[in-house]
């Protein structure tokens, strides 16, 4: 069986190329997706590098002048799928593109191909070091809102954990404009419209979009003067942990001057973290931040301190806690939502299914700091659900059954690097 998955992980991965960058599946995800294709690197690396390479550059190629790397990179205006390029009405860049970005794992990715490969490898990674850094810089400042201690985010699309019950805090601050252009959804031609975010939540992401525009995507007034605010732990502590590995890079590459420079970004954003402690749930959450008040729910950005090094000791094993008492109440780890919190549904999008991506970061932080059961667990129950369902978008934490997209390709990338048992320790 795991021989025929990896042959299947393979050609998932080939029958989603669209000529050196990847599409996540055909129709419901047509274009390239920012964080999508960092991980897809990673699969693609176990059976040519060339082509992971490849792969992060052409999705440096949508760098905005100002630094951003956008979310989605818009190669051509694709009709099922829905908001296209002439809704966002974004070029920050040489390429059409959203106008917000996602979480930053691409220097953490290109840290694991030098890790793993030789002089030609770092050659590559040289080559993409200074457009990484000024994306993290762009992190750093626009979107660090005026008197926050932490980058925050603008738009649920930006975290790449959209409807998750944690931005409804944002979304009671919001109205939803009387002359908000009708739309036509796409997702739902093509998904389950059960599994997918609901009506008003889609109205509300077009309100971000439109505010964006009518800023001309300043990315300074989007932050401070924009419909949406929050802070994700997801983003805080990815971008934290690949602050550190960018910094391990200069170290590789002899970039004396980068490393000071994050050294400066690390201080940052581990002087920050307690921003994110939910003293009540004692766990880090999600924060409005015009109004100070958190989200009152685990999710699965909640496991990441041990991933980006951070939190107190007594931080740390409170996370351990609510990893086991969830851990109890589903079969597969790690849910994108609490199942004791209201607002979990195991089968709709981010409100609890098991994400592919989280449950490698997730497990890879676990195992570095000691905690190898656990981080086990994770990884064996992504590997049980990819066995029993196959490469979907995510799983149900309860059943395991796929859901929304199949031959998706980071389930399969992921597959190939991290999850199969034939991978390379």
Same mark, same amino acid.
């Given at each position: ?64 002048? /100002?630094?951003? +790397?956008?979310? #989605?990179? &818009?190669? %051509? @205006? ?124 889609? /109205?509300?992401? +077009?309100?971000? #979009?439109? &505010?964006? %525009? @009518? ?124 199942? /004791? ?55 149900n934490t309860v059943t395991g059954a796929g859901c929304i997209g199949t031959d998706f390709s980071w389930t399969a990338a992921l597959w190939l690097a991290w999850a199969s048992p034939n991978r390379k320790t």
């Amino acid at each position: 069986m795991p021989l025929d998955l990896d042959q299947k992980a393979r050609d998932i991965l080939k029958q989603n190329d669209r000529g050196g960058y990847t599409v996540p599946t055909a129709r419901l995800y047509p274009y390239q997706w920012n964080w999508d294709s960092a991980f897809v690197a990673l699969g693609f690396a176990t059976f040519d590098r060339e082509r992971a390479w490849q792969e992060l550059e052409l999705l440096l190629e949508g760098q905005w002048r /100002d630094g951003m +790397v956008p979310h #989605i990179i &818009f190669r %051509r @205006d694709d009709p099922d799928y829905f908001p296209g390029p002439s809704v966002w009405q974004a070029h920050g860049g040489d390429l059409p593109s959203g106008g917000i970005s996602q979480p930053p794992v691409l220097a953490s990715v290109m840290l694991d191909l030098v890790a793993s490969g030789n002089d030609a490898d770092r050659t590559r990674a040289a080559a993409l070091f200074d457009k990484v850094l000024d994306w993290h810089r762009w992190w750093h400042s626009a979107r660090t809102p005026d008197g926050c201690p932490v980058v925050c985010t603008v738009h649920p699309w930006e975290t790449g954990r959209d409807n998750c019950p944690d931005w409804d805090l944002g979304f009671d601050r919001m109205e939803v404009p009387a002359d908000l252009e009708p739309y036509t959804r796409m997702d739902t031609v093509h998904a389950d419209v059960s599994e997918r975010p609901s009506k008003l939540q889609y /109205d509300k992401y +077009v309100t971000i #979009i439109k &505010f964006g %525009r @009518d800023v001309g995507w300043d990315q300074t007034r989007l932050t401070n003067e924009g419909p949406f605010l929050m802070a994700d732990p997801g983003i805080h502590f990815i971008l934290l942990r690949a602050d550190r590995d960018l910094r391990h890079l200069a170290d590789i590459l002899d970039r004396p001057g980068a490393a000071d420079e994050l050294d400066g970004f690390i201080a940052k954003g581990v002087s920050g973290t307690d921003y994110l402690w939910n003293p009540d749930l004692k766990a880090f959450c999600a924060r409005e931040v015009r109004s100070g008040a958190f989200s009152q729910g685990f999710s699965s950005a909640s496991a990441l301190p041990f991933y980006a090094d951070a939190g107190s000791p007594d931080q740390r094993d409170s996370t351990l806690g609510h990893l086991d008492r969830i851990g109890a109440k589903v079969d597969f780890l790690v849910p994108s939502w609490d199942p /004791d919190a209201p607002g979990f549904e195991p089968q709709r999008y981010w409100c609890g299914p098991v994400w592919p991506q989280m449950n490698t970061i997730i497990s890879k932080g676990l195992a570095e700091q000691g905690h190898t059961d656990l981080a086990k667990r994770v990884r064996g129950d992504l590997a049980a659900a990819i066995e029993k369902s196959g490469f979907f978008e995510c799983f149900n934490t309860v059943t395991g059954a796929g859901c929304i997209g199949t031959d998706f390709s980071w389930t399969a990338a992921l597959w190939l690097a991290w999850a199969s048992p034939n991978r390379k320790t």
